[in-house]
């Protein structure tokens, strides 16, 4: 019997170790992976919503980054690329190609001071274009009534064919 409980207290300690072990390397990986930081990997998306926004200074008609198949696009976006998996913004990165290229590097004016007319002016344009349109509208139907209410003085001939036939429909009846 005491060599069984030998035996037995053993295997116990056997399995104290293993699972002592099998818990170490748990921790030991827990906290390499939060010591490692983290480089996710840009998407192609990423680049894209971020050189959509940018015009290419390459000369070629003056396109969007995104949309220009040139060499200095494909520069570009690499440039973009490389900021955004060193951790910078959307923003930050705009803001720094603004700072070299000015506003004219941007696809779309900044809505802020004299810019924002070209965000407002369309919107004035519609409203305006809607009020003659309804004032004009409620003109022609105004005349309209006038012409067709029977206290009005229109000497068409076939106002007067039925005015003529009235009164003899009148006549006949008496």
């Not at 699972?19 to 996710?40: C, D, E, G, Q, Y």
């Not at 198949?69 to 705009?94: F, H, M, N, R, Y």
């Not at 309209?144 to 009005?152: A, I, L, N, W």
């Amino acid at each position: 019997m005491n060599s069984t409980s030998k035996q037995s207290r053993l295997k116990q300690r056997q399995r104290r170790v293993h699972r002592l072990t099998i818990l170490s390397m748990f921790v030991a990986v827990a906290v390499l992976t939060a010591a490692v930081p983290v480089s996710a990997a840009v998407t192609q998306a990423q680049v894209k919503d971020v050189s959509g926004g940018l015009i290419c200074y390459c000369g070629c008609a003056s396109k969007v980054v995104a949309m220009c198949g040139c060499a200095t696009a494909d520069k570009i976006e690499e440039d973009i690329a490389a900021q955004l998996e060193s951790g910078q913004t959307k923003e930050e990165i705009v803001a720094a190609y603004l700072a070299i290229h000015g506003e004219k590097g941007l696809a779309t004016p900044i809505a802020s001071g004299f810019n924002l007319t070209a965000w407002l002016m369309p919107i004035f344009a519609i409203l305006i274009g809607g009020f003659v349109i309804q004032t004009t509208v409620v003109r022609w139907r105004a005349q309209k009534r006038s012409r067709d209410q029977p206290g009005s003085d229109v000497s068409d001939e076939t106002d007067v064919k039925h005015q003529s036939r009235i009164l003899n429909e009148l006549e006949e009846l008496d």
